[in-house]
């Protein structure tokens, strides 16, 4: 009976497996891959998948990523042996991952899948700039699908003087995945491009038509930038002077943000109606503890977030602490400890710093990628 299925039941029943068990799915049998094959939307996953943690080390240790996988809680490796160059992410665009080499200082960003082995360099920008801060925003249309419409912004950073040597860059670069092109959109106040080139790093989040990005200075602010008016302007932190850590973190729409301070908690605020920062919960002092090692200090604490999920981090081989939700409209959460990644197929994995990502995994090849 299964292996007489019309293609358009077998791909539905397709779309409900998790990447692990849809691609020993497809191998199955010869009907099963054919129908994976003719129907590529079958390997894109809905949106009540949860997503998978990535993690890449931010040294070049060999080419390889690690994945977790929270459907059977299990750690796996990929080999990025198809990369040209060695890369940090930045952002993840719903099932692929935007990044930028490692071996340049000029800015040169690229896209990739680490599950179907793709990768693409996106035009170079209309300016050569080191350093600049970096935005993307994912559209609504296949936001889950292997095929995205998005748009990325670069501010400020450094670029060549007429003159000679360097100056920093006072304008605002968007790509659009549709056009394939860079142009130039605006300018920005030079007290933000400065701030923004030499105390921001990546890490963006958009939300209601807003990018913000986070300066790293103490005490800490965010940086906005108004797509629609092409205007600036700049946010509070909550306890800024005293945060070890802080970063921007976008959750179902909305901006987050997560930060501890020396010997406290570690909190997680939502920004609210009139820019007003409200406290929304802690990390669980016995995790909190836990995470720390009885350091307390939150100072080397990495974190990442996606829809309904947040992680703190550290290195590959440290416990993380994790926060999900369990029902969004009822606003029910969990917290929960994660063991970090020691052992692989039995195998010792060496300990690493890594930057982490959350990524909808995919199996389906990418047309822009191409």
């Known amino acids: 009976m299964w292996s007489n299925l019309p293609f358009d039941i077998l791909a539905k029943i397709f779309s409900f497996l998790s990447p ?34 990535l993690a890449l080390p931010t040294r070049s ?11 059977i809680n299990n750690w796996h490796m990929l080999s990025l042996d198809f990369l040209p160059d060695p890369i940090r992410p930045v ?14 200082t000029i800015l040169q960003l690229a896209l990739c899948n680490p ?23 994912t559209l609504e249309s296949g936001h889950h699908g292997p095929n995205p419409h998005f748009r990325v912004y670069v ?65 800490y602010s965010v ?14 932190v909550p306890m800024a002077d005293r945060l070890e850590f802080a970063v921007l973190l976008w959750r179902n729409g909305r901006l987050t943000l997560a930060g501890g301070t020396s010997g406290g908690d570690g909190c997680i605020w939502e920004l609210k109606e009139g820019d007003n920062w409200c406290l929304i919960d802690k990390v669980p002092s016995e995790l909190g503890m836990k995470f720390l090692g009885g350091k307390r200090s939150w100072g080397s604490t990495k974190c990442v977030g996606s829809e309904g999920a947040i992680c703190l981090y550290r290195e590959l081989g440290s416990g993380m ?9 009822s606003e029910k959460r969990e917290w929960f ?33 191409n």
């Open 155 to 219: 501010a400020g950073g450094m670029s060549e003087a007429p003159r000679g040597g360097a100056t920093y860059e006072a304008t605002l670069e968007m790509y659009d995945s549709v056009d394939d092109t860079w142009q130039i959109t605006g300018f920005m106040p030079m007290e933000f491009a400065v701030r923004l080139t030499v105390w921001t790093p990546n890490e963006s989040v958009y939300s209601n038509g807003v990018m913000y990005w986070m300066t790293s200075a103490r005490a």
């Open 20 to 53: 692990d068990s849809l691609a020993c799915a497809r191998s199955a049998c010869r009907h099963w891959h054919t129908c994976a094959g003719t129907y590529p939307s079958s390997l894109t996953l809905p949106q009540h998948h949860q997503a998978w943690f």
């Open 115 to 137: 599950f179907t082995r793709q990768f693409r360099y996106l035009p170079m920008l209309n300016i050569t700039r080191t350093n600049p801060a970096v935005g993307v925003v």
């Open 321 to 329: 602490v994790m926060w999900r939700e369990i029902e969004e409209k």
């Open 61 to 71: 240790r060999g080419q390889r990523c690690y994945v977790h996988n929270p459907v």
């Open 337 to 369: 400890w994660l063991e970090g990644c020691h052992l692989i197929g039995g195998k010792q994995v060496q300990n690493l710093a890594i930057k982490g990502v959350f990524l909808q995994p995919n199996l389906a090849p990418s047309c822009i990628l």
């Open 91 to 104: 952002a993840s665009i719903g099932t692929l991952i935007l990044v930028r080499p490692t071996n340049c």
């Open 223 to 236: 940086m906005g930038y108004e797509i629609n008016s092409n205007t600036w302007r700049e946010l509070s």
